[in-house]
Every structure is written in structure tokens, then in C-alpha cells.
């Protein structure tokens, strides 16, 4: 005698799904709400790591590791907004994909970093630090803006950022990606050896990325973006000499300035005189815009804070003069650590100018903030 027994399963299958399902929206909800709120940062990375060792869900395990490397990405990337025009640095969100990343692929619109995962954690990190500055700098003119400048420019900025916040991975980086980029491209070499000169006095991020990046807004529908790669060299060439002889009391004035075909600019050095005040430093500027410079970089050193704050003061107040930014330098052009830089262009005078002097230094916030 033979019985059938018929099970229904339905019911079964039916609280499988509703588990996934449930499963799927608290994942979703604490993903959505660690990018969201920052200060979940370090939550985020246990969170998932948690979850990945429990269950081992390979997508979670992904999460995790992107989590804790998002975290070291903007630990080591944000000091250097400061130091950035406003809006080039923002907080790194990455996405973990299944295929390698060239520089090319990078894109404006884009608000995520996309980068193919490695099993060395190190070197997830280095990829991270690289890839966030070759997409970040330069930003609407990449096309622009020839790409072994902007290779070059990644490269140089992402080993001073992690030399100074990760050095233990100094090496790691030279022997990866910096010796690979050089083998693709061996012009690199020409400009990494002259941005590491002109970085240790403050003007590579000071001014050489701001002109840069005005050249190529600049240029954009003229023929000098033909020819746009013999401009960046010369005002390369112009910094770096002016930075060697900061100090060579027979340096010409005309040293102090440079004239393009798309820009113009000029540095003035502060330095606290042992009596007198602002007014020869405010003079120089007149002389300048007389002659017809368009863009002048004040660049002061920390120790004297006060009196650079005053100059720059006194400067704003010029009619011909509007106040585009004031800046951290990674290095005075002393050579000492932390540098001051404001940034004037010819134009018309702001209003704006006076708040944005106090917000920087004397860190007042402003208005409706």
C-alpha cells in the first residue's frame, strides 16, 4: 500500500521571499542613511564588515570594503580643499566595478569615483587617492587641458597627499602607479620633476593649477587650444625660475609678472616690514594693474598672519581690484610650512570682499551659513 504525500511548499517559499525582501530594504535603508550622514563614516565600515563576516554576502563584502576605504580616501583628500580653488574637492563616494579605470574614463557629471577593486587593501587606497584627484582637478575643462598635464598634476598631488598623511605607502605608490603612468607616457617626467620644485615654495596648488585652469577656460573656442601644451611649459618655466630666485636682490621686475596670450599675472611677496605699514605693497599692485596684469597672487607666511590679513585688506579696497579668493598654501614661499595666498583680479570692487577676509582669517562664517 502505497500514500502520496503532497506538500505545499508555497507558504514556505513564500516567507523566503519575504525575508530577502526584508533583508534587501534594511540593507538599503542603512546604505542610504551611512551616505547621507557623514559621521557615520567609521559605523558604516563595521557595519558592513559585520555583515559580510556573517553572512557572507559577496555584496556586502564589497560595501565593506569600500567603505573603509572611502573613509582613508577622504581622511587623506579633504586638508587639501583649503588649498583648491572652491568647488574642486568634495567628499569621495566610491563604487566598486568590475573592470579596469583609465583616466579618461572620468567624467564631471559624475559625483562617483568608479574603481576596479583590488584584494591589497593598501593599494585599493592608493587607487583611490589617485583616481580622486585625476578626476577632481581640472573640472569642465579635462578636454582641455592636455592629459599628461593633468596626469602629471594627479600624480604629483596624490604623492605629496600621501607622503604627508599616509607615508608608509610613499613607496608602494612610486613603485605602482607612478612608474607605471611613466612608462605610458615618459612626458610625465618632464613636468613631476618640475611641480615638486615649484610645490615646495607654494606655488604649484597656489598658482600654477589656478592659471591652468583659467588658460583653458580661456582658450576654449580659440586657437590657442592648439597650442595649449607650449603655454602651460612656459608659465611652468616662469614660476619655477621666479620661485629659484625669490631671494636674488638683482632679479629684474619684470620677473614678477608674466604676460600671455590668454592671462596675465603677478606675485607679490609679504613680508612685515620692521617699520612702515601697507602702502608699498598696495603701490606695487596699482603699478601692476597700470600696466595692464590681470591676475595678482599676494603671498604671505602664517608667522605674520596680521599684517598679511592687512595688506590684503588694504588691497581689496582698490576700485580696480575685486578679491577672487583667499587661500592655505602647503608651503610659504619661504619654504616653511603652511602659507597664506589671496588671489585679486582686475575688475570692478566687491562687496564681498571684506567678509570673505574675515572668514578666512579670522574664521567667521558667513553670512547664512
Same mark, same amino acid.
Given at each position: 500500500?502505497?500514500?502520496?504525500?503532497?506538500?505545499?511548499?508555497?507558504?514556505?517559499?513564500?516567507?523566503?521571499?519575504?525575508?530577502?525582501?526584508?533583508?534587501?530594504?534594511?540593507?538599503?535603508?542603512?546604505?542610504?542613511?551611512?551616505?547621507?550622514?557623514?559621521?557615520?563614516?567609521?559605523?558604516?565600515?563595521?557595519?558592513?564588515?559585520?555583515?559580510?563576516?556573517?553572512?557572507?554576502?559577496?555584496?556586502?563584502?564589497?560595501?565593506?570594503?569600500?567603505?573603509?576605504?572611502?573613509?582613508a580616501?577622504?581622511?587623506?583628500?579633504?586638508?587639501?580643499?583649503?588649498?583648491?580653488?572652491?568647488?574642486?574637492?568634495?567628499?569621495?563616494?566610491?563604487?566598486?566595478?568590475?573592470?579596469?579605470?583609465?583616466?579618461?574614463?572620468?567624467?564631471?557629471?559624475?559625483?562617483?569615483?568608479?574603481?576596479?577593486?583590488?584584494?591589497?587593501?593598501?593599494?585599493?587606497?592608493?587607487?583611490?587617492?589617485?583616481?580622486?584627484?585625476?578626476?577632481?582637478?581640472?573640472?569642465?575643462?579635462?578636454?582641455?587641458?592636455?592629459?599628461?598635464?593633468?596626469?602629471?598634476s594627479?600624480?604629483?598631488?596624490?604623492?605629496?597627499?600621501?607622503?604627508?598623511?599616509?607615508?608608509?605607502?610613499?613607496?608602494?605608490?612610486?613603485?605602482?602607479?607612478?612608474?607605471?603612468s611613466?612608462?605610458?607616457?615618459?612626458?610625465?617626467?618632464?613636468?613631476?620633476d618640475?611641480?615638486?620644485e615649484?610645490?615646495?615654495?607654494?606655488?604649484?596648488?597656489?598658482?600654477?593649477?589656478?592659471?591652468?585652469?583659467?588658460i583653458?577656460?580661456?582658450?576654449?573656442?580659440? =586657437?590657442?587650444? #592648439? /597650442? !595649449? *601644451?607650449?603655454?602651460?611649459?612656459? $608659465?611652468? @618655466?616662469?614660476?619655477?625660475?621666479?620661485?629659484?630666485?625669490?631671494?636674488?636682490?638683482?632679479?629684474?621686475?619684470?620677473?614678477?609678472?608674466?604676460?600671455?596670450?590668454?592671462?596675465?599675472?603677478?606675485?607679490?611677496l609679504?613680508?612685515?616690514?620692521?617699520?612702515?605699514?601697507?602702502?608699498?605693497?598696495v603701490?606695487?599692485?596699482?603699478?601692476?594693474?597700470?600696466?595692464?596684469?590681470?591676475?595678482?597672487?599676494?603671498?604671505?607666511?602664517?608667522?605674520?598672519?596680521?599684517?598679511?590679513?592687512?595688506?590684503?585688506?588694504?588691497?581689496?579696497?582698490?576700485?580696480?581690484?575685486?578679491?577672487?579668493?583667499?587661500?592655505?598654501?602647503?608651503?610659504?614661499?619661504?619654504?616653511?610650512?603652511?602659507?597664506?595666498?589671496?588671489?585679486f583680479?582686475?575688475g570692478?570692487?566687491?562687496? =564681498?570682499?571684506? #567678509? /570673505? !577676509? *574675515?572668514?578666512?582669517?579670522?574664521? $567667521?562664517? @558667513?553670512?547664512?551659513?
Amino acid at each position: 500500500m502505497h500514500f502520496k504525500i503532497m506538500i505545499d511548499f508555497s507558504p514556505i517559499i513564500k516567507n523566503i521571499l519575504a525575508v530577502i525582501g526584508g533583508l534587501t530594504i534594511i540593507i538599503t535603508f542603512f546604505e542610504v542613511l551611512f551616505r547621507i550622514v557623514p559621521q557615520f563614516g567609521n559605523l558604516k565600515a563595521k557595519f558592513w564588515g559585520y555583515l559580510a563576516r556573517k553572512w557572507k554576502y559577496r555584496r556586502l563584502e564589497k560595501l565593506a570594503i569600500a567603505s573603509d576605504v572611502e573613509n582613508a580616501v577622504n581622511e587623506v583628500v579633504l586638508d587639501l580643499r583649503s588649498e583648491l580653488p572652491a568647488g574642486w574637492i568634495g567628499k569621495a563616494t566610491i563604487d566598486w566595478v568590475d573592470k579596469d579605470i583609465k583616466i579618461d574614463d572620468l567624467k564631471d557629471e559624475e559625483t562617483i569615483l568608479r574603481i576596479r577593486p583590488l584584494e591589497n587593501q593598501d593599494e585599493n587606497l592608493i587607487s583611490g587617492i589617485y583616481f580622486f584627484f585625476a578626476k577632481y582637478l581640472f573640472p569642465a575643462v579635462k578636454d582641455i587641458v592636455p592629459i599628461n598635464v593633468r596626469k602629471a598634476s594627479a600624480l604629483h598631488i596624490s604623492r605629496r597627499a600621501i607622503r604627508d598623511k599616509k607615508p608608509f605607502l610613499t613607496q608602494k605608490f612610486e613603485s605602482g602607479i607612478l612608474e607605471a603612468s611613466i612608462k605610458e607616457d615618459v612626458s610625465i617626467l618632464g613636468y613631476i620633476d618640475k611641480y615638486e620644485e615649484i610645490d615646495a615654495k607654494g606655488f604649484f596648488t597656489g598658482a600654477f593649477l589656478r592659471e591652468i585652469h583659467e588658460i583653458a577656460c580661456r582658450s576654449k573656442f580659440k =586657437e590657442l587650444r #592648439n /597650442k !595649449i *601644451e607650449e603655454e602651460i611649459k612656459s $608659465v611652468l @618655466k616662469h614660476i619655477g625660475e621666479f620661485a629659484k630666485n625669490i631671494y636674488n636682490r638683482t632679479n629684474p621686475d619684470w620677473k614678477w609678472s608674466r604676460k600671455g596670450p590668454a592671462t596675465s599675472y603677478a606675485f607679490l611677496l609679504v613680508a612685515q616690514p620692521f617699520h612702515g605699514g601697507t602702502d608699498p605693497y598696495v603701490n606695487r599692485i596699482r603699478e601692476h594693474l597700470k600696466q595692464g596684469v590681470e591676475r595678482i597672487y599676494i603671498m604671505g607666511v602664517n608667522q605674520e598672519k596680521g599684517f598679511v590679513k592687512r595688506v590684503v585688506s588694504d588691497v581689496s579696497k582698490i576700485p580696480q581690484c575685486r578679491l577672487v579668493e583667499v587661500f592655505d598654501l602647503n608651503r610659504d614661499y619661504r619654504g616653511d610650512r603652511k602659507g597664506i595666498c589671496a588671489l585679486f583680479e582686475k575688475g570692478t570692487f566687491e562687496g =564681498e570682499a571684506e #567678509n /570673505k !577676509i *574675515e572668514s578666512f582669517f579670522d574664521n $567667521v562664517p @558667513k553670512e547664512g551659513e
